[in-house]
């Protein structure tokens, strides 16, 4: 199994270490992976079966070690769909991270606000989402060691780690709202009819990725939060043109928020586990 191999090899380059937490950072988000302690960090060509991203700030390693007290595997650049390259390697790297050791996944994007108020800048809780990508990352022959045939996505975000991110949002100053994400399939970038039918739909915020990776997750049982960094305004909802390079801007500017909140977050785990019965 190729997600045992390179669960296996994740667990060999970081002998003694089991992490905890497994971290998806998105586009120009990859800096919080330079504030993790004790790093030790991985080129995903060395892990088997794991992507190479093709996509420009995407770095494609794995950075393990230290983060808000807690011991997280940090996956710094991800694969999307419009790659064309299917859904094995994405399905090889969470359920590696799994099979390593976590039991919580928490995932980052970049995304276009369909909702005027909620500019760049702004950071976005995921509630739910809408799989608009014409493709499910668990179509064919199902892998019974991992979940069930038909899994749920009733709270697919979990909402006791998005009820933390709310409290240290607050505790932080950090403005966050929540909403429904969208994954629509690109590299295009939506038309302005597109998004008008997007928020019909019941979206507030569009991107090209995450939801795989939160339906790969949910069907081996890790629990799944979400953070959209917002770059920009869905098009025809405000001035100017949207392209790649505004998305990694914006990113950058809004990566120091996102930051202080994902490390509060992750402190914030400990106090959740005095919680739970």
């Known amino acids: 199994m190729t997600a045992a191999r390179a669960a296996a090899e994740i667990l060999h380059r970081a002998a003694g270490f089991r992490p905890r937490v497994g971290i998806v950072l998105g586009s120009g988000l990859g800096g919080l992976a330079d504030r993790i302690g004790d790093a030790i960090a991985v080129s995903y060509r060395d892990l088997d079966g794991f992507p190479v991203p093709s996509v420009e700030g995407h770095a494609g390693r794995l950075v393990m070690g230290q983060l808000g007290g807690q011991p997280v595997?940090?996956?710094?650049?991800?694969?999307?769909?419009?790659e064309g390259n299917g859904f094995d390697a994405l399905k090889t790297a969470i359920r590696?991270?799994?099979?390593?050791?976590?039991?919580?996944?928490?995932?980052?994007?970049?995304a276009g606000s369909l909702r005027v108020?909620?500019?760049?800048?702004?950071?976005?809780?995921?509630?739910?989402?809408?799989?608009?990508?014409g493709a499910n990352p668990l179509t064919g022959p199902n892998e019974d060691s991992f979940g069930p045939r038909f899994p749920s996505m009733t709270d697919a975000w979990d909402p006791d780690l998005r009820a933390l991110m709310r409290r240290k949002a607050l505790?932080?100053?950090i403005d966050l709202v929540e909403g429904v994400y969208a994954a629509y399939p690109g590299p295009s970038f939506e038309t302005p009819a597109e998004v008008r039918m997007l928020k019909v739909l019941g979206a507030d915020a569009v991107g090209m990725s995450t939801v795989p990776e939160c339906i790969?997750?949910?069907?081996?049982?890790?629990?799944?939060?979400?953070?959209?960094?917002?770059?920009?305004?869905?098009?025809g909802l405000g001035d100017g043109p949207v392209d790649h390079d505004q998305t990694l801007r914006a990113a950058s500017a809004a990566a120091s928020d996102l930051e202080?909140?994902?490390?509060?977050?992750?402190?914030?785990?400990?106090?959740?586990d005095g919680r739970r019965p």
């Open 96 to 110: 590696a991270l799994k099979l390593a050791g976590c039991d919580t996944l928490v995932l980052t994007c970049a």
């Open 171 to 173: 505790e932080q100053n």
């Open 73 to 82: 595997a940090c996956m710094q650049g991800r694969v999307h769909a419009y």
């Open 216 to 235: 790969i997750a949910r069907h081996c049982g890790l629990r799944v939060a979400g953070c959209a960094v917002i770059t920009n305004l869905g098009v």
């Open 260 to 272: 202080r909140l994902l490390v509060g977050f992750l402190e914030g785990l400990n106090e959740e």
């Open 117 to 133: 108020e909620v500019g760049p800048g702004r950071l976005m809780a995921i509630s739910d989402h809408l799989n608009l990508l």
